[in-house]
């Protein structure tokens, strides 16, 4: 099983900046993508951004120049660093990991429990 801790969310001003890291404990599995998703109060969860294994990246238009994910391999760690803050990024912010158990060829998902991420105007 892959366990994901979150942490780093809170209260900002608009403008303000925030940093959130999530870590996968998966001694035996292998971790391929992982990403961040979001989910404002009555609203579908949505993608922020994906990191592939290899460094490539999918930020959705409304983060572009603002968020920067990035990853630590050997911790298997997942960060999202967020910039220029707005009203509008307030929402529960959720990891995502595909990761494959060593014994088997094929990929799960797995989601941490969630961050509350709150901007005030």
């Known amino acids: 099983q892959v366990q994901l801790v979150e942490s780093g969310g809170g209260l900002v001003q608009a403008g303000g900046s925030l940093r959130l890291s999530c870590t996968a404990s998966?001694?035996?599995?292998?971790?391929?993508?992982m990403g961040w998703y979001r989910q404002a109060p009555g609203k579908e969860r949505e993608l922020v951004v994906v990191?592939?294994?290899?460094?490539?990246?999918n930020y959705a238009d409304s983060v572009k120049g603002r968020f920067t994910i990035s990853r630590d391999n050997a911790k298997n760690t997942v960060y999202l660093q967020m910039d220029s803050l707005k009203p509008e990024d307030t929402a529960v912010y959720y990891c995502?990991?595909?990761?494959?158990?060593?014994?088997?060829?094929?990929?799960?998902?797995?989601w941490g429990q969630g961050t509350q991420v709150t901007v005030s105007s």
């Open positions: 995502n990991v595909r990761a494959r158990r060593l014994t088997t060829t094929w990929f799960l998902e797995y």
């Open positions: 998966s001694s035996m599995f292998s971790i391929n993508d």
């Open positions: 990191i592939t294994n290899d460094g490539g990246t």
